[in-house]
T-cell receptor
Framework: SQQGEEDPQALSIQEGENATMNCSYK?????LQWYRQNSGRGLVHLILIRSNEREKHSGRLRVTLDTSKKSSSLLITASRAADTASYFCATDEGHDMRFGAGTRLTVKP | DTAVSQTPKYLVTQMGNDKSIKCEQN?????MYWYKQDSKKFLKIMFSYNNKELIINETVPNRFSPKSPDKAHLNLHINSLELGDSAVYFC????????????????FGAGSRLTVL
């Protein structure tokens, strides 16, 4: 069954703006991860945040996790046209990695 | 060097046929997966194998049969193909603990687009 659900489904911004995507999930998790998928390609791992962490940074990426609300957000700062892709959250429940339908981000030059 | 490779990349076939998709990883990972991505981009896990043993078998029709001859390979065979099987199938692999203690970070193949006519 689907676990992570991303919001919004699609997001269109101008280059230089920040992009925020949200993810909600239903069950207890070990960690939550964000992946990126360029059109016609496989998913690529971006960042992992553990269940006992609240915030994590990697370059222009900032991820937050609120286990009480079962939600996470991914912030991409100073977006670039090359950031155009679909972004998926995935919940790690042990042997099982569950993904949602993703947020389609379009960054206009 | 391609870390997770799937073949074929594209597959067009008629309803009722049987087809296979192959997957190989050269990362030394111990767990391999098959995911199905539908036209709405929703990614659904189908199977997971750890050290050649099936550990996840989601509710998929028994027309789908995974085969893992060794830890580096996980093939997907589909019998009696139906229109609804049209999708992109992704193979992935992971090594438990690679992303940190207890963490499971997946490496995906490029996908195999199956079109059933």
């Amino acid at each position: 069954s689907q676990q992570g659900e991303e919001d919004p489904q699609a997001l269109s911004i101008q280059e230089g703006e920040n992009a925020t995507m949200n993810c909600s999930y239903k069950t207890s998790i070990n960690n939550l991860q964000w992946y990126r998928q360029n059109s016609g390609r496989g998913l690529v791992h971006l960042i992992l945040i553990r269940s006992n962490e609240r915030e994590k940074h990697s370059g222009r990426l900032r991820v937050t996790l609120d286990t009480s609300k079962k939600s996470s957000s991914l912030l991409i700062t100073a977006s670039r046209a090359a950031d155009t892709a679909s972004y998926f959250c995935a919940t790690d429940e042990g042997h099982d990695m569950r993904f949602g339908a993703g947020t389609r981000l379009t960054v206009k030059p | 060097d391609t870390a997770v490779s799937q073949t074929p990349k594209y597959l067009v076939t008629q309803m009722g046929n049987d087809k296979s998709i192959k997957c190989e990883q050269n990362l030394g990972h111990d767990t391999m997966y098959w995911y199905k991505q539908d036209s709405k981009k929703f990614l659904k896990i189908m199977f997971s194998y750890n050290n050649k043993e099936l550990i996840i078998n989601e509710t998929v029709p028994n027309r789908f049969s995974p085969k893992s001859p060794d830890k580096a390979h996980l093939n997907l065979h589909i019998n009696s193909l139906e229109l609804g099987d049209s999708a992109v199938y992704f193979c992935a692999s992971s090594l438990r603990g690679q992303g940190g203690p207890g963490a499971n970070v997946l490496t995906f193949g490029a996908g195999s687009r199956l079109t059933v006519l």
